[in-house]
């Protein structure tokens, strides 16, 4: 098959991982595959429709023009092609094509049949990036929807009423971070993913492990993310912008990954960290439960629940090995979501698509 994958922007988030890391397996599987953005941004938020949004969209369309595939302070996780926008003149003729965010969802919907059967991965509802109803009608568009996870695909029937056409949960590539140094490293402190804004949870993952200093004064926290910002407390050590490689020896020396986001899609942190060996405190939010068995794999809590995260934290920093156990039964449990399973998966998906474009296009 030729597959043509939609991102965004050149912004490397978790879901854009997933689009690079199909597109690499696709590609060895003997697909030709192909990952393009838009130089012209694509209007996100409510601001963006009036005046006050016109600032950011400058930005974004600035960074385009002067960066292009390359902007800094991101990592380059795969081949991207940049075209002036998501339309039939920019886009090769393809078997099938394939939006990942809600407003590349509507380009896609507009192309001719040529450039393939339409589908959309939809790892959430992306009512955060904006409107609801501008979100929603995206969903309804008639595309092949591939949801990332059993929790997405209930997240449509529920709240949006239209079923997925297929489901693929995403995968890690299991034998990547699960390798470890020799000898292996002593594992000390929590680690934690930090990004700025409520939706991630940082300040509710910093109030719980100050529960933690008191009650274990030598307990350390380290914190990973683009780049350092005012929110995050002196006593957290931080890494700005790890590669692939630094994040692994990361999850390798740690005695544990906080997660506590409000709301999540999926959580690839938690499912790299298991891979890992590394044991998981996390919230229920997004796929967590259905890859992290609680009191197996880690241990699991209601989003905004400070003290329970507290508590779990306390509960694992004590006890070795009762870490060391969770971390090998998270080993264990992540090959049920290695990669070379979800890009198989996600090839019959688009195979499907693909046959019954007649009536999708």
């Not at 009512?127 to 591939?146: C, E, H, K, N, Q």
């Not at 999850?251 to 997660?259: M, R, T």
């Not at 790299?272 to 890859?291: D, H, I, L």
Request: with cysteine.
């Amino acid at each position: 098959m030729r597959v043509t994958f939609v991102l965004p922007a050149a912004s490397f988030t978790g879901g854009a991982r997933v689009v690079f890391e199909y597109a690499a397996r696709l590609t060895a599987l003997g697909h030709t595959t192909r990952v393009f953005v838009p130089a012209l941004p694509y209007r996100f938020r409510d601001s963006a429709r009036r005046f006050s949004g016109v600032r950011p969209w400058l930005g974004g369309l600035r960074n385009n023009l002067l960066y292009g595939t390359r902007p800094p302070r991101q990592p380059v996780l795969g081949k991207t092609s940049m075209v002036p926008l998501i339309a039939d003149a920019f886009l090769p003729d393809a078997d099938a094509v394939v939006a990942t965010a809600w407003p590349t969802a509507r380009s896609v919907a507009r192309l001719s049949a040529a450039k393939g059967a339409k589908c959309y991965i939809v790892q959430h509802r992306e009512i955060d990036s904006g409107r609801p109803r501008d979100v929603d009608a995206t969903y309804r568009l008639p595309l092949f929807r591939i949801a990332g996870s059993e929790y997405t695909a209930r997240l449509l029937r529920a709240e949006v009423g239209v079923e997925a056409d297929a489901v693929v949960p995403n995968g890690v590539d299991v034998a990547f971070w699960s390798a470890s140094g020799v000898p292996a490293p002593r594992r000390e402190g929590a680690l934690m993913p930090h990004a700025p804004g409520a939706r991630k949870g940082a300040a509710d993952g910093f109030a719980a492990f100050e529960r933690v200093r008191d009650e274990y004064p030598g307990a350390r926290l380290r914190c990973f993310g683009r780049h350092r910002t005012p929110d995050i407390p002196d006593f957290v050590d931080y890494t700005e912008n790890p590669d692939d490689g630094a994040l692994r020896s990361l999850y390798a020396n740690a005695a544990l990954l906080l997660f506590p986001s409000r709301y999540e899609g999926y959580g690839l942190p938690p499912l790299e960290a298991m891979a890992g060996g590394c044991p998981v405190v996390s919230t229920r939010v997004g796929a967590v439960p259905e890859f992290c068995v609680d009191g197996v794999t880690g241990l699991l809590v209601a989003p905004g629940d400070v003290e329970g995260m507290a508590r779990a934290m306390l509960a694992l920093l004590r006890d070795g090995e009762r870490r060391a156990r969770m971390g090998e039964e998270g080993r264990a449990r992540t090959r049920l979501y290695d990669l070379e399973i979800s890009a198989r998966r996600f090839e019959s998906a688009l195979e499907r698509a693909v046959h019954e474009r007649g009536g999708r296009s």
